[in-house]
């Protein structure tokens, strides 16, 4: 939250921290915006979640302090 304004997920590493890292990821770095489409609504997020769980490519815009940044995931199949 931002100014009462919900503006996206704050990122834990969870059970694999080096996963995370490897990926170029922070703890506290906030997610907002996935594939194009702003997190500014939670319920936005989880509609989200079905459609990336297939995906071969995850576009997210980070926020990380001042920063912003885009973090491309791509996934091959063989």
Do not use: H, W, Y
Request: negative net charge.
């Amino acid at each position: 939250m931002v100014e009462g304004d919900f503006i996206g997920f704050r990122l834990a590493p969870g059970k694999d921290r080096a996963l995370f890292g490897r990926l170029g990821l922070r703890r506290n770095d906030i997610v907002t915006n996935i594939n194009g489409i702003s997190l500014d609504d939670p319920a936005t997020a989880f509609t989200l979640m079905e459609q990336i769980s297939s995906a071969d490519e995850i576009d997210l815009t980070i926020k990380r302090g001042d920063r912003v940044m885009n973090v491309l995931f791509s996934a091959t199949i063989n």
